[in-house]
């Protein structure tokens, strides 16, 4: 077997494994007041991807001082400069993370005047003429140049876990280059995180183009003269030495004069004792308690089952039989996981699940029928069992599926995950292990990804896969559970999100009918429609071309029709809905491209989109709605987007006609919160006119017209002054800006900041709530909503205005949205007990953000409708009313 050397740039991996985890900086602080996070998520990336690889050599290679003190700083005095400074938090890191390398028995590496890519360059040349295969595993792009058939080089993507590998067929695949060509496309590009400028206007694409006629700098230049007049012609020639300077500040260094060889680079495994003090300094406790268990690992033991046991960290997955299935009925507690073919669960077809708890293992199989056992069907139906999950309402539909209601859930780690953390909120189980220092590899390592997934027939490798999920969602139930009690996130949790996902998943398995043959009558319609305006605009243009087409759009209006060009991207001119509408006035074949556009869409998303999801057995669609995807607490809907039906125009509206009750004498029910948003803001501010105008049960829109408008109690309020009212009262909910505003109104900068201001003189306590709310937000990093949900603001304090200023506005916002969220989920979990208690047939269908939608029996509608707005109104207690407004009718149409 070929010997294998293994290259780390430490510097790369070090910064990505800072910024993988710097949501949870905070968090990760050890008593002594040193931060962690950098040394947990590199720790992870030791563990996962160096160790299992067994190198024969190893070594991380650092940059010893900045760039400017390289020979590339004497090149071009700008090299690396203008970066942020580094963080104090990762600084206090730096030192621990090469002892933590040491430990792991890699050898760390500096030399003076070089920087890591150019040791790892030399040293991977040098191992590659030695006979080694050459893995070099960085964060940076710019090692694929070094790539060989016998030099490998791994870029990890999110964070440090995830690699993908560049061989010269993967960069040539990908890139359109060979590895060597990756130097002469910086040399024409630049490099910006670099800083260092590459010849004016040419970009990635320009360069591919000039690369793949040219092949390599020095013949472009050759061949330069012969080009055909332009202006990248000129820019090329004016900027040659430009062009050489940056080859040479993109090339890594392969032949440096380094004080070590490969002879000091051997790799022994990790040195325990180390490891153990180290992490004992640094409390990695579940770390420590992992490693000093496997300690008691036969050391003579050299089998290859003794040495998978000992580097995997986890429990022997053994598969399910009747033996296992007793002793599982005896426990308290147990972990489930059941892995599914896609992320649509409604559809997606079973692979295999694992089952149990850390006392007494672990066991997995690809036989559902064992859900048909009596004592395991027994053991996941039993209330008081203690049940350990990864997205619980996935779960609950998939033991639905089998016949199962699941019931007992205690611990949904993907729902505990995003509640500590909305802004990495990655819904993925071995992202969200590893920062709490649990470590699995993804799935699709394992199964692969899109056209290569495949479901392993090797039964071992695909059972302990599944059980080391179970393994590491039982263990981690404690600490997740201990942070969210720190967090003040508990209640959230126990009694708002975990509830509402049964509620969720109980919709989602009823599903909403759809009348097929009305839907496809609308599309049939629509055609006919699109037909015409095509024959309409081809008309008025005097050709026909493809209206879908960006290029041949903008020819048409701009060079052949002489329209005014507004903007133009890099690929020509803009056709955008908001270039097409200003000049909509000009040109009557502008409105009917609007037209045209705004029907090809409705018939490709809503008719056919929806056609293509309704369920052949039930003649239903299910849903997916997703808790832990917006950082506000809205839910959304996937697969499709029922709440993404379009309601401003009446073709859109139509949609709506299709979706229907499943059976005859029922009716559909809609009821929906109004102006929920602005209730909020007046009970969070306090602001005395507000609260009057909701509590006098007045037009808000129009109130806030008079104030605006300065208009008397016996003045008409007309239509455009409640419009533009509307538009501040709700630009105000979103921190919006004189600029912003002055854009939606189509009014001066000048005027849209004077209604600001007077909608501040009338509303005092808002402008005095939201200054305060963004103070709060520089102080703690995040803001809260009425039910102490987080929203974390990362670049609150950010040097960069424009980001910062967006932080801010998310500050103002984010309370106000996200307790709108917070009422409607208690007002669904509500309601749903309330029907059930009544024993009721009617049903939750949808959510859609304000409102909900129900279908029941004729009989039952003035009850339903009694006890839905009466829970609705009275869901939370607000210092202003909450208002409820319903409808319904025999489809969804009639019922908003």
């Given at each position: 077997m070929t010997k294998k050397l293994l290259l780390i740039d430490g510097n790369s991996l070090a910064f990505r494994a800072f910024y993988a985890m710097y949501q949870q900086l905070d968090r990760m602080v050890t008593p002594e007041g040193l931060h962690t996070n950098a040394l947990v998520a590199f720790n992870n990336f030791l563990e996962t991807i160096i160790l299992p690889?067994?190198?024969?050599?190893?070594?991380?290679?650092?940059?010893?001082?900045?760039?400017?003190?390289?020979?590339?700083?004497?090149?071009?005095?700008?090299?690396?400069?203008?970066?942020?400074?580094?963080?104090?938090?990762?600084?206090?890191?730096?030192?621990?993370?090469?002892?933590?390398?040491?430990?792991?028995?890699?050898?760390?590496?500096?030399?003076?005047?070089?920087?890591?890519?150019?040791?790892?360059?030399?040293?991977?040349?040098?191992?590659?003429?030695?006979?080694?295969?050459?893995?070099?595993i960085t964060g940076d792009q710019d090692l694929t140049q070094l790539a060989t058939d016998h030099?490998?080089?791994?870029?990890?993507?999110?964070?440090?876990?995830?690699?993908?590998?560049?061989?010269?067929?993967?960069?040539?695949?990908?890139?359109?280059?060979?590895?060597?060509?990756?130097?002469?496309?910086?040399?024409?590009?630049?490099?910006?995180?670099?800083?260092?400028?590459?010849v004016t206007k040419v970009g990635e694409k320009t360069a591919l183009k000039l690369l793949t006629e040219y092949h390599d700098l020095d013949n472009l230049y050759a061949h330069v003269d012969e080009m055909k007049k332009s202006k990248m012609k000129e820019n090329l020639i004016a900027d040659k030495d430009v062009a050489y300077r940056a080859q040479k500040l993109a090339t890594i260094i392969t032949d440096a004069d380094l004080e070590i060889g490969l002879t000091d680079l051997t790799y022994d495994g990790p040195k325990t004792k180390g490891l153990v003090e180290l992490f004992e300094t640094l409390h990695f406790k579940q770390a420590l308690n992992k490693l000093k268990a496997h300690q008691l690992v036969d050391q003579d033991d050299t089998s290859v089952e003794a040495a998978e046991a000992e580097s995997s960290n986890f429990h022997p997955v053994r598969e399910l039989d009747d033996a296992a299935v007793a002793t599982l009925a005896t426990v308290d507690s147990f972990a489930l996981q059941i892995d599914t073919?896609?992320?649509?669960?409604?559809?997606?077809?079973?692979?295999?699940?694992?089952?149990?708890?850390?006392?007494?293992?672990?066991?997995?199989?690809?036989?559902?029928?064992?859900?048909?056992?009596?004592?395991?069907?027994?053991?996941?139906?039993?209330?008081?069992?203690?049940?350990?999950?990864?997205?619980?309402?996935?779960?609950?539909?998939?033991?639905?599926?089998?016949?199962?209601?699941?019931?007992?859930?205690?611990?949904?780690?993907?729902?505990?995950?995003?509640?500590?953390?909305?802004?990495?909120?990655?819904?993925?189980?071995?992202?969200?292990?590893?920062?709490?220092?649990?470590?699995?590899?993804?799935?699709?390592?394992?199964?692969?990804?899109?056209?290569?997934?495949?479901?392993p027939t090797d039964d071992q490798l695909l059972y302990n896969h599944l059980g080391h999920k179970a393994e590491v969602i039982d263990t981690l139930r404690d600490q997740a559970f201990a942070d969210l009690e720190e967090h003040q996130q508990s209640h959230l949790y126990h009694d708002i999100e975990l509830p509402l996902s049964f509620v969720l998943a109980k919709m989602e398995a009823q599903g909403f009918m759809v009348n097929e043959d009305r839907l496809s009558k609308m599309g049939q319609e629509l055609d006919e429609k699109i037909a015409q305006l095509k024959d309409q605009i081809y008309q008025i243009a005097g050709e026909e071309f493809n209206i879908n087409s960006t290029k041949q759009l903008g020819e048409l209006l701009f060079e052949k029709m002489n329209l005014p060009v507004i903007k133009k991207t890099k690929t020509g001119y803009s056709t955008a809905v908001e270039v097409l509408e200003q000049l909509a006035p000009q040109a009557p074949i502008v409105s009917h491209i609007l037209e045209y556009r705004q029907l090809a869409k409705i018939k490709s998303t809503y008719v056919?989109?929806?056609?293509?999801?309704?369920?052949?057995?039930?003649?239903?669609?299910?849903?997916?709605?997703?808790?832990?995807?917006?950082?506000?607490?809205?839910?959304?809907?996937?697969?499709?987007?029922?709440?993404?039906?379009?309601?401003?125009?009446?073709?859109?509206?139509?949609?709506?006609?299709?979706?229907?009750?499943?059976?005859?004498?029922?009716?559909?029910?809609?009821?929906?919160y109004s102006q929920i948003e602005l209730r909020v803001?007046?009970?969070?501010?306090?602001?005395?006119?507000?609260?009057?105008?909701?509590?006098?049960?007045?037009?808000?829109?129009?109130?806030?017209?008079?104030?605006?408008?300065?208009?008397?109690?016996?003045?008409?309020?007309?239509?455009?002054?409640?419009r533009t009212a509307k538009?501040?009262?709700?630009?105000?909910?979103?921190?919006?800006?004189?600029?912003?505003?002055?854009?939606?109104?189509?009014?001066?900068?000048?005027?849209?900041?004077?209604?600001?201001?007077?909608?501040?003189r009338e509303f005092p306590k808002i402008h005095d709530w939201m200054e305060q709310i963004k103070e709060q937000a520089h102080r703690d990093?995040?803001?809260?909503?009425?039910?102490?949900?987080?929203?974390?603001?990362?670049?609150?304090?950010?040097?960069?205005?424009?980001?910062?200023?967006?932080?801010?506005?998310?500050?103002?916002?984010?309370?106000?949205?996200?307790?709108?969220?917070?009422?409607?989920?208690?007002?669904?979990?509500?309601?749903?007990?309330?029907?059930?208690?009544?024993?009721?047939?009617?049903?939750?269908?949808?959510?859609?953000?304000?409102?909900?939608?129900?279908?029941?029996?004729?009989?039952?509608?003035?009850?339903?409708?009694?006890?839905?707005?009466?829970?609705?109104?009275?869901?939370?207690?607000?210092?202003?009313?909450?208002?409820?407004?319903?409808?319904?009718?025999?489809?969804?149409?009639?019922?908003?």
């Amino acid at each position: 077997m070929t010997k294998k050397l293994l290259l780390i740039d430490g510097n790369s991996l070090a910064f990505r494994a800072f910024y993988a985890m710097y949501q949870q900086l905070d968090r990760m602080v050890t008593p002594e007041g040193l931060h962690t996070n950098a040394l947990v998520a590199f720790n992870n990336f030791l563990e996962t991807i160096i160790l299992p690889m067994q190198p024969d050599l190893a070594l991380v290679a650092w940059d010893a001082r900045s760039g400017k003190e390289t020979f590339r700083g004497d090149l071009y005095a700008e090299y690396k400069s203008g970066r942020d400074k580094t963080p104090v938090e990762f600084k206090e890191q730096f030192l621990y993370l090469r002892e933590m390398v040491e430990a792991h028995g890699l050898h760390n590496y500096e030399q003076i005047g070089l920087e890591a890519d150019d040791i790892i360059g030399t040293l991977s040349r040098q191992g590659e003429a030695a006979g080694y295969d050459v893995f070099i595993i960085t964060g940076d792009q710019d090692l694929t140049q070094l790539a060989t058939d016998h030099v490998t080089v791994k870029i990890t993507k999110k964070g440090v876990t995830q690699i993908e590998e560049y061989t010269p067929a993967h960069i040539q695949e990908k890139f359109g280059l060979t590895p060597e060509q990756i130097i002469d496309k910086k040399a024409l590009t630049g490099d910006t995180s670099d800083n260092y400028p590459g010849v004016t206007k040419v970009g990635e694409k320009t360069a591919l183009k000039l690369l793949t006629e040219y092949h390599d700098l020095d013949n472009l230049y050759a061949h330069v003269d012969e080009m055909k007049k332009s202006k990248m012609k000129e820019n090329l020639i004016a900027d040659k030495d430009v062009a050489y300077r940056a080859q040479k500040l993109a090339t890594i260094i392969t032949d440096a004069d380094l004080e070590i060889g490969l002879t000091d680079l051997t790799y022994d495994g990790p040195k325990t004792k180390g490891l153990v003090e180290l992490f004992e300094t640094l409390h990695f406790k579940q770390a420590l308690n992992k490693l000093k268990a496997h300690q008691l690992v036969d050391q003579d033991d050299t089998s290859v089952e003794a040495a998978e046991a000992e580097s995997s960290n986890f429990h022997p997955v053994r598969e399910l039989d009747d033996a296992a299935v007793a002793t599982l009925a005896t426990v308290d507690s147990f972990a489930l996981q059941i892995d599914t073919t896609s992320d649509n669960y409604h559809t997606a077809d079973l692979i295999a699940f694992a089952i149990g708890n850390d006392k007494v293992g672990y066991f997995a199989s690809r036989d559902f029928s064992w859900f048909e056992n009596d004592q395991l069907k027994a053991l996941i139906e039993n209330p008081a069992k203690k049940v350990r999950l990864f997205n619980a309402k996935e779960h609950w539909v998939l033991l639905h599926r089998l016949g199962l209601k699941l019931a007992g859930v205690d611990f949904d780690f993907m729902l505990v995950a995003y509640l500590l953390d909305t802004v990495g909120n990655d819904n993925v189980l071995a992202t969200l292990a590893s920062r709490f220092g649990a470590y699995l590899p993804e799935d699709e390592e394992v199964y692969g990804k899109g056209a290569k997934f495949a479901v392993p027939t090797d039964d071992q490798l695909l059972y302990n896969h599944l059980g080391h999920k179970a393994e590491v969602i039982d263990t981690l139930r404690d600490q997740a559970f201990a942070d969210l009690e720190e967090h003040q996130q508990s209640h959230l949790y126990h009694d708002i999100e975990l509830p509402l996902s049964f509620v969720l998943a109980k919709m989602e398995a009823q599903g909403f009918m759809v009348n097929e043959d009305r839907l496809s009558k609308m599309g049939q319609e629509l055609d006919e429609k699109i037909a015409q305006l095509k024959d309409q605009i081809y008309q008025i243009a005097g050709e026909e071309f493809n209206i879908n087409s960006t290029k041949q759009l903008g020819e048409l209006l701009f060079e052949k029709m002489n329209l005014p060009v507004i903007k133009k991207t890099k690929t020509g001119y803009s056709t955008a809905v908001e270039v097409l509408e200003q000049l909509a006035p000009q040109a009557p074949i502008v409105s009917h491209i609007l037209e045209y556009r705004q029907l090809a869409k409705i018939k490709s998303t809503y008719v056919d989109g929806l056609l293509a999801v309704v369920s052949p057995v039930d003649q239903k669609i299910h849903t997916r709605f997703l808790q832990t995807l917006t950082q506000t607490g809205r839910l959304s809907s996937v697969d499709p987007n029922l709440q993404n039906i379009p309601m401003r125009t009446e073709e859109g509206r139509k949609i709506r006609h299709a979706f229907v009750p499943s059976q005859p004498d029922y009716l559909i029910f809609g009821a929906d919160y109004s102006q929920i948003e602005l209730r909020v803001l007046a009970a969070i501010t306090g602001d005395p006119n507000m609260k009057k105008a909701f509590m006098d049960d007045d037009d808000i829109h129009a109130e806030t017209a008079r104030a605006v408008f300065g208009l008397g109690p016996d003045e008409e309020v007309d239509a455009n002054h409640r419009r533009t009212a509307k538009a501040v009262n709700f630009g105000i909910v979103y921190g919006i800006s004189d600029f912003g505003l002055s854009k939606n109104l189509g009014i001066s900068r000048k005027d849209a900041k004077e209604f600001i201001e007077t909608y501040f003189r009338e509303f005092p306590k808002i402008h005095d709530w939201m200054e305060q709310i963004k103070e709060q937000a520089h102080r703690d990093g995040f803001v809260e909503t009425i039910e102490h949900r987080r929203r974390y603001l990362p670049e609150i304090n950010s040097k960069n205005f424009n980001r910062r200023s967006f932080a801010e506005r998310t500050a103002m916002n984010s309370p106000i949205q996200g307790s709108a969220a917070d009422i409607i989920k208690i007002a669904m979990i509500k309601v749903n007990q309330a029907i059930e208690e009544q024993n009721l047939k009617a049903k939750m269908l949808v959510q859609v953000h304000d409102e909900l939608v129900f279908e029941c029996p004729q009989e039952e509608l003035e009850q339903v409708r009694e006890l839905v707005t009466s829970v609705m109104d009275s869901a939370v207690s607000l210092s202003v009313p909450l208002k409820v407004e319903d409808h319904s009718g025999p489809t969804w149409y009639e019922a908003k």
